[in-house]
């Protein structure tokens, strides 16, 4: 961790969250005498396959050795396109971009651009980079590049309700376990309503910390697909002159 003290967990949850966000979004209907848990997992992976940009404001809450840490913002996520043109472009081809914009408890913008990673906190005047392609052997990172198929790396289960989410309010639960041990994550849950939207979704690691993201006024294809000029605005960041710039 360098001196600005942000978590590499934020950089993780901007990854998950663009795991569930951009591939999950939106589940098949079902109930208890529906499809498998696993046949609903690979429906939300090849519907959201087919999106083209995603926005939302979140709000999140971590909870960790009994303390409680809050944020919200809002974020977008994009496939953009390809260097190439033509067929590429015409295929759908490109990158997926994606952006956090954390507007409390502190200013704070994360944005992956396909080739580097950049965090970037205010109020320590510091800009950290790393490039994006050392990431590729994290799952959450893979699937962002779309190289991996959300089953070949977790198990979705049944899950039970939550307190916060009561049964009148109709939402939905799906439990995604890593395949193979990881790191960062223990469990994924996600909460979906009965309009098949992700509303919640909470992560939880192998040392009882959990995370909680919910989203609200939720868009999804609402930009233009594949135009350089959204990539362009989407990652553009202008730092004061006297940012600390961290390159890793």
Do not use: C
């Not at 320590?124 to 790396?153: C, V």
């Amino acid at each position: 961790m360098h001196k600005s003290g942000v978590p590499i967990l934020f950089a993780a949850l901007a990854a998950l969250a663009f795991l569930l966000s951009y591939a999950l979004l939106r589940a098949a209907a079902a109930d208890s005498a529906g499809p498998s848990a696993e046949a609903r997992a690979a429906t939300l992976q090849d519907f959201y396959r087919g999106l083209t940009s995603l926005t939302f404001d979140f709000s999140q809450m971590t909870f960790s050795g009994g303390r409680e840490r809050t944020g919200k913002g809002n974020a977008v996520f994009y496939k953009g396109p390809t260097a190439g043109t033509g067929q590429d472009r015409d295929q759908g081809k490109g990158i997926s971009i994606m952006r956090w914009n954390y507007t409390e408890p502190d200013n704070q913008i994360i944005i992956n651009d396909g080739e580097t990673l950049s965090i970037y906190t205010a109020k320590d005047k510091q800009l950290i980079r790393t490039p994006a392609g050392e990431l590729e052997s994290d799952i959450t990172f893979a699937f962002i590049a779309g190289t991996r198929a959300l089953l070949d790396d977790f198990e979705a289960r049944e899950a039970n309700g939550d307190p916060l989410h009561p049964a009148a309010g109709g939402l939905r639960t799906l439990l995604l376990v890593p395949r193979q041990p990881h790191n960062q994550v223990k469990t994924i849950q996600v909460w979906f309503d009965d309009a098949n939207i992700i509303r919640h979704f909470r992560i939880e690691d192998h040392f009882g910390t959990t995370t909680d993201l919910r989203f609200d006024n939720i868009e999804y294809n609402s930009l233009p697909p594949y135009d350089p000029k959204q990539v362009e605005m989407i990652i553009s960041l202008q730092v004061p002159p006297d940012t600390e710039i961290i390159t890793q």
